[in-house]
């Protein structure tokens, strides 16, 4: 399973931006989809998940402010980040958990994508 993010970019405090990353390969498939990020210097957190059926769960710190949704069509999970803060300065990772073709589960994470929030 290969995942694919984008949309990360310098934004000012207060703007938006909008994380999206696709997931391609051989798989039956997508159960979980989630972000995580992790800023310099800190471990890596998890941001928002969403599950196979729309359930949603957020980081306390992003409650709010950011929305995690997903196109099963395109097996694709998005992030909505509005009303950004310097604290969301990070490098964000998609993680998804898959179904293979074999039924075995698959975590993959993506590659990163940075995102910059300036005062």
């Known amino acids: 399973v290969q995942l694919q993010a984008s949309g990360g970019g310098l934004v000012q405090a207060g703007g938006s931006l909008r994380l999206s990353c696709t997931a391609s390969?051989?798989?039956?498939?997508?159960?979980?989809m989630a972000w995580y990020r992790q800023a310099p210097g800190k471990q890596r957190e998890h941001v928002a998940t969403?599950?196979?059926?729309?359930?949603?769960n957020y980081a306390g710190s992003v409650k709010g402010r950011f929305t995690i949704s997903r196109d099963n069509a395109k097996n694709t999970v998005y992030l909505q980040m509005n009303g950004m803060e310097l604290e969301d300065t990070g490098t964000y990772y998609c993680?998804?958990?898959?179904?293979?073709?074999?039924?075995?589960?698959?975590?993959?994470w993506g590659p990163g994508t940075l995102v910059t929030v300036s005062s």
């Open positions: 993680n998804i958990e898959a179904i293979l073709s074999s039924g075995q589960l698959s975590y993959s």
């Open positions: 390969g051989s798989f039956s498939s997508v159960n979980r």
């Open positions: 969403i599950t196979s059926g729309g359930s949603t």
